[in-house]
């Protein structure tokens, strides 16, 4: 006859070892992912967007770092008059794309970044995006089509009708 209590009891230590064994390299894993976050340096890119025409700078135009595979790794909005600051991992080359509503989207020069380094860019001037006209529209004197990011916004193609108990 087995006597369950005591063949509980010398299991038990093997399992309370695993289990702490297995937290043990959990911990230890937890640990080393920073470390190894650590060890990538960053620096800084601060410059300002303008508009060339109002020869100020454009608060709240969205700034996306790209890497050489057009991946985001980063972006902010412009502040007061156009400045930013963006922290970057160093390396390169990176390009930002600037983007504000009314204007065209535009590319800074590719730049790298300096492990510590604040890169001064140099000011990077949007210029407006027209309305674009169809030659019809242009030909009659019309209104121009909606606009949205380059692309004429069709209306919808459908009527409305009355509802039950409407006249």
Same mark, same amino acid.
């Given at each position: 006859?087995? %006597?369950?209590?005591?063949? @509980? !009891?010398?299991?038990?230590?093997?399992?309370?070892?695993?289990?702490?064994?297995?937290?043990?390299?959990?911990?230890?894993?937890?640990?080393?992912?920073?470390?190894?976050?650590?060890?990538?340096?960053?620096?800084?890119?601060?410059?300002?967007?303008? %508009?060339?025409?109002?020869?100020?700078?454009?608060?709240?135009?969205?700034?996306?770092?790209?890497?050489?595979?057009?991946? $985001?790794?980063?972006?902010?909005?412009?502040?007061?008059?156009?400045?930013? =600051?963006?922290?970057?991992?160093?390396?390169?080359? *990176? $390009?930002? @794309?600037?983007?504000?509503?009314?204007?065209?989207?535009?590319?800074?020069?590719?730049?790298?970044? $300096?492990?510590?380094?604040?890169?001064?860019?140099?000011?990077?001037?949007? =210029?407006? %995006?027209? $309305? @674009?006209?169809?030659?019809?529209?242009? !030909?009659?004197?019309?209104?121009?089509?909606? %606009? *949205?990011?380059?692309?004429?916004?069709?209306?919808?193609?459908?009527?409305?009708?009355?509802?039950?108990?409407?006249?």
């Amino acid at each position: 006859m087995i %006597d369950f209590p005591t063949h @509980r !009891a010398t299991a038990r230590p093997q399992v309370e070892l695993r289990s702490r064994a297995a937290g043990l390299v959990c911990v230890l894993l937890f640990l080393a992912v920073p470390a190894g976050a650590a060890a990538q340096a960053t620096g800084f890119v601060q410059g300002v967007v303008q %508009d060339p025409s109002a020869s100020g700078g454009i608060t709240g135009a969205m700034l996306q770092v790209l890497d050489p595979d057009s991946t $985001v790794i980063g972006s902010a909005f412009s502040g007061a008059n156009g400045t930013f =600051l963006l922290e970057v991992v160093e390396g390169g080359p *990176y $390009v930002i @794309r600037v983007q504000s509503m009314g204007f065209r989207i535009t590319n800074s020069q590719p730049f790298e970044i $300096v492990p510590g380094d604040t890169l001064q860019l140099p000011r990077i001037s949007l =210029l407006p %995006d027209p $309305v @674009r006209r169809t030659p019809k529209e242009s !030909a009659r004197g019309e209104a121009p089509a909606a %606009d *949205y990011g380059s692309s004429a916004i069709e209306p919808p193609r459908y009527a409305l009708r009355p509802g039950p108990g409407s006249k």
